[in-house]
């Protein structure tokens, strides 16, 4: 045979078929991939339940009348190279100018060895919030870095594990302060200078709550002080003036008020603290440390505050306790206080937030350790220094005053400043058009102000905004920081200028340059030292720092570990190819507020990803702007009460929310001051319809809204979804559906089908975004076309003064990517067969495990939609162990354990997806089975109800490694099955002691030396 033919032979071998036909257009094998059950799997799992087919399955548990009648509008799907492919073209649009905007957004470096083992590492960005805390503690020890680098900051003792935005991190603070206050005024004041996008976010949240924004300058503090329950000062502000507020806070203080300092990391290593001037809050961004831009992110923000303040925190909290061998371990601290747990009573709806952000901040930290940081602070600062020599028109090393600045001499607008010059009376035509030819981005901002940004100017009057705008034209605005070179100065100083210095003068001029002078005060140095904890000194070098990082994700189960099952959480796979954009320059170096034409490559990726979210939920506007599920709500509830409002229906207000509803549903109502009504749901789970007509017809002429969740929390789809949605319309209310469980709806039928009018995407679950262990996340809203006036709008551009919810307008668009990606590869057919398999595995689950944990609820024909609940209530009263003993005995199978007791206590909710292999199913239901068998041995006294393997789980190397007094064996203990001995995932610690560390909270990491009973440590002050 010759060569050609010998190929032909083999392609045709290889593939049953041609070449041409393997070519196809739009074939692609991902969706195989993607779905974990392969053909012969899928019959099997069918077979077991008795149907011939997916479609039949999906038939007999869906109505016919809530099915789509066509797909929805996708293009076909392409293989991940030609995904790939596409996408470069889309990120080629974007045009990587350097960029000197500031504003909380910053140029940085990400070390390689944290892109390479943590951001691009699934070990880091696959696990799950840390609710199991026992397979989570390396995140959660990363995580307690964040806190204790951010209390370091601050110098205020206690911080959470991220917030989602700087934004909105300011408008927690908001509430914080008016909770905590003693004044009972229900103003607010915000520094003028504050950045733009947070004044923005806190007018939104304000004028829900009540509360009236009152921006000025702190100068006139003095005369509003009696007035406000508490005020947002900030420093550097957005025209980078440094300011110490010792002397304002105190005032504040007199009057009852609580004070939030919005402030900058870098900043901080040079500069007083907000602790340090007596703030009560402090907030920012971890962005510039080592995360990119990412047009608007996602990035984590910080919160801080003082020891009384703790309970009205709203996030996480991760604490030191100890395990039942009295070792050291952590987990999240204070469960209960978290906001949106506290339902209708909650302050806060943040339930995901920014973990993973958090961590790689962390990490930065660590990396750089103290000196690092203050050298890169310091650089950053030297060079601004550097500028402002050259812009004054000292640009000769010998003194000389070039003509051509001679006259002008331009000094930066104020005195005191880190990294930010701010220049008034230059001729911004001629700024603008070097700017231009250099492809360099400045700050103008002319251009906010004509827009009507609401940055300067009180509570909107028409002679404050008048005046704001006056005062904001010409002024040119530059911030440098860790990316910013030598070169850039000399080119900025050429666009500021119009006079070039030469690289050689400019060469000398740096060299001995001083790196700090007047610009930071001696009042406002920092003094104290930072960062002083060991594991900010102990991992510099590479070899170190690897390990470090390793130690901790070896800690963790992930998802390169096994499934987790966890319901209404959707861990399904974070493909490899879709994570990959995110590390492109293209996408993730962009400041979110670069001209729009230098993101055009983002819109067209976004206008398609909206086009598809909008046809795969049926609507047909999107905006992307919520950066988590929770976010959405707010997002969603803000645009019905904004459109009630437009059609003369400010009356309406009450919310009705099912008693099985996830709680940031309540807690999202509450912030929008609504009044909320609890619908009860039935015995089989199901929202109680005729319920729900009682309280319709009740609160008919004040009803605003529903929010449902559908496939419910219970793991079914309401058939009477339509009824509740037809009820709800004819009293004049708006429909909102919690998009958690969409993942069961996707190609099968859409919210808008069943008559919701706007709906939350969380793209972290049904769309492949990763869940990065507590975040980040994105919750995009969908809406009928009478909502989309008043979908979120632009926090920087829009004239619009109350509609922002995103310090960015397209909130974490990096991570967008992701799920265009996946839509990309799956196309209409993949997704639909996602959904299903989805649906088919929650049932063959519920199917193989139902003889041995009953399976609570059930729909049409005793189906389960793509998720399952099992009922473990009986479980205590017969063998005197809980479905928390279950939970942790799990971890010894080598499984996380599916969501504990939500939306019912005492059960497990078990959601496969459509990721995982029948094989993998099956080992978890084995292991299900096996932990049954465990329980039936109690109950007939051959394991002791006190002294079993489930109250003993999980159990640690070290515990087998010592004495063993148990009435069960090691091998029992750690290798309860076979197959568990050929990859074993020994947690890191022994069942944690939750109440203990809740009594005494430490949220600042041990010493190494410390042991966890010593005394309180809320801080390092
Ligand atoms: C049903 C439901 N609604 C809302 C949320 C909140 O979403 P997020 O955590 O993204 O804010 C969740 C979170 O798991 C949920 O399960």
């Known amino acids: 045979m010759n060569a050609p033919a010998l190929l032909g032979a083999r392609l045709r071998a290889l593939s049953g078929s041609s070449v041409a036909a393997q070519d196809a257009p739009g074939r692609s094998d991902f969706v195989d991939r993607h779905i974990g059950p392969d053909r012969a799997e899928e019959d099997a799992m069918l077979a077991e339940l008795g149907y011939r087919s997916r479609a039949e399955l999906v038939r007999a548990m869906l109505p016919e009348h809530i099915l789509l009648d066509t797909p929805p509008a996708l293009p076909a799907a392409v293989d991940e190279a030609a995904a790939l492919a596409e996408l470069r073209t889309l990120a080629a649009r974007n045009e990587c100018w350097r960029s000197f905007i500031g504003t909380g957004y910053h140029g940085t470096i990400m070390p390689e060895a944290i892109r390479r083992n943590v951001f691009e590492n699934p070990g880091w960005y696959t696990a799950y919030t840390p609710y199991q805390a026992e397979i989570a503690q390396g995140r959660l020890e990363a995580l307690l870095t964040f806190q204790q680098m951010v209390i370091d900051l601050t110098g205020l003792p206690i911080a959470n594990a991220s917030l989602l935005d700087e934004a909105t991190a300011a408008a927690e603070a908001m509430a914080i302060a008016r909770r905590a206050a003693k004044s009972k005024a229900t103003r607010y004041f915000v520094e003028r200078d504050t950045h733009p996008q947070v004044i923005a976010v806190l007018r939104t949240r304000a004028l829900h709550l009540g509360i009236e924004i009152h921006v000025a300058d702190a100068d006139t503090l003095s005369a509003d002080a009696g007035s406000c329950f508490g005020a947002h000062l900030q420093t550097p502000d957005t025209r980078g003036r440094l300011r110490d507020f010792s ?565 974490s668009a990096l991570i967008t990517t992701i799920s265009w990606m996946y839509i990309r590869m799956m196309g209409a057919d993949g997704l639909r067969r996602a959904t299903e398999t989805a649906i088919l595995s929650a049932n063959y689950i519920a199917r193989r495990l139902d003889p041995y944990f009953p399976v609570l609820y059930r729909g049409r024909n005793g189906l389960v939609a793509h998720e399952c609940i099992i009922d473990l209530r009986t479980v205590k009263a017969r063998c005197g162990v809980s479905a928390e003993d279950v939970a942790k005995r799990l971890m010894d199978y080598g499984f996380h354990a599916p969501t504990l007791s939500f939306p019912v206590a005492d059960t497990l909710m078990i959601e496969p997806t459509e990721s995982e292999p029948k094989d993998e199913l099956d080992r978890f239901c084995d292991a299900m089975i096996a932990i049954h068998g465990e329980l039936e041995r109690i109950e007939r006294g051959e394991l002791g109800r006190d002294d079993n393997p489930l109250r003993g789980a999980p159990h640690t190397a070290g515990m087998l490694g010592s004495e063993w007094a148990h009435g069960y064996s090691r091998e029992e203990a750690a290798w309860p099955l076979p197959w568990v001995r050929e990859a074993k995932f020994w947690p890191a610690v022994a069942r944690i002691d939750n109440a203990a560390g809740d009594r005494q909270l430490v949220c600042t990491l041990p010493l190494p030396e410390t042991a966890v009973d010593q005394p309180v440590r809320t801080g390092r002050t």
């Not at 209404?568 to 001209?595: G, I, R, Y």
């Not at 049926?618 to 009460?641: D, H, K, M």
């Not at 769309?767 to 809406?783: N, T, Y």
Request: with cysteine; aromatic share 4%.
């Open 247 to 811: 002397a304002d806070i105190a005032a504040l203080h007199e009057t009852g008020a609580r004070v939030t300092v919005g402030c900058d990391p870098l900043a901080l290593l040079l500069t007083k603290s907000p602790g340090g001037m007596g703030a009560d809050i402090a907030i920012g961004s971890a962005q510039r440390f080592g995360i990119p831009p990412g047009y608007g992110g996602p990035h984590a923000a910080f919160l801080a505050a003082r020891a009384d303040l703790l309970r009205t925190i709203p996030g996480r909290i991760i604490g030191v306790s100890r395990d039942a061998a009295g070792q050291p371990a952590l987990r999240m601290a204070l469960q209960t206080r978290e906001q949106h747990i506290r339902r209708e009573k909650a302050t806060s709806n943040i339930c995901t937030s920014q973990a993973l952000l958090a961590n790689l901040a962390a990490f930065y930290a660590v990396w750089h350790g103290p000196d690092g940081l203050r050298a890169i602070a310091e650089r950053v600062h030297g060079l601004t220094r550097l500028l402002a020599h050259l812009v004054a028109g000292n640009a000769d090393a010998t003194g000389h005053t070039p003509p051509a600045a001679a006259n002008a001499a331009p000094a930066p607008a104020s005195t005191h400043w880190f990294d930010t010059l701010v220049y008034d009376g230059l001729d911004v035509a001629s700024v603008r058009a070097r700017a231009h030819a250099q492809r360099i981005n400045l700050r103008y901002h002319d251009d906010e102000s004509a827009n009507g940004d609401g940055r300067p100017g009180g509570a909107g009057t028409g002679a404050d905004a008048h005046a704001g705008t006056r005062r904001a034209q010409r002024l040119i605005g530059i911030t440098l920081d860790e990316t910013t070179t030598l070169t850039d100065v000399g080119d900025l100083a050429w666009v500021l200028t119009g006079h070039r210095v030469d690289e050689e003068t400019l060469a000398a001029l740096a060299a001995g340059f001083p790196l700090a002078g007047e610009e930071i005060p001696a009042g406002l140095r920092r003094h104290d030292a930072v960062l002083t904890h060991p594991v900010f000194r102990r991992h510099h070098s590479e070899a170190a720092f690897v390990r470090h990082v390793k130690r901790l994700e070896n800690r963790d189960l992930s998802l390169v570990h096994s499934m987790i099952p966890l319901g209404s959480c959707t861990m399904k796979l974070n493909a490899a190819a879709e994570m990959a954009p995110v590390s492109w320059p293209e996408f993730a170096a962009l400041h979110p507020f670069v001209p729009p034409a230098q993101a055009q490559g983002y819109h067209d990726m976004l206008a398609q990803l909206g086009q598809w979210l909008g046809a795969i939920t049926g609507f047909p506007a999107v905006s992307f702007q919520p950066n988590s599920g929770a976010q959405g709500e707010y997002a969603g509830l803000l645009a019905i009460r904004r459109y009630l409002d437009s059609i003369g229906q400010q009356h309406r207000n009450v919310c009705l929310i099912p008693a099985s509803a996830h709680g940031t549903n309540p807690a999202s109502a509450q912030m929008m001051s609504m009044h909320i009504v609890v619908v009860g749901c039935d015995a089989q789970g199901n929202v109680d319809l005729q319920d729900l007509a009682r309280q319709v017809e009740r609160h008919r002429d004040r009803l605003a809204a529903l929010m449902i969740t559908w496939p419910s929390t219970h793991g079914v789809f309401e058939p009477g979804i339509v009824d509740a949605c037809r009820l709800v319309h004819e009293a004049g209310g708006q429909v909102y559906m919690d998009g958690a469980n969409l993942n069961a709806q996707v190609g099968l039928t859409a919210p808008a089908r069943v008559g919701a009018d706007v709906c939350h995407m969380n793209l972290h679950k049904t769309f492949c975004v990763p869940h990065g262990g507590g975040g980040p996340g994105m919750g995009p809203i969908a809406v009928a076309a009478h909502l989309a006036p008043f979908l979120p709008t632009d926090p920087l551009r829009s004239a619009d003064r109350a509609g922002a919810v995103s310090a960015a307008a397209n909130g």
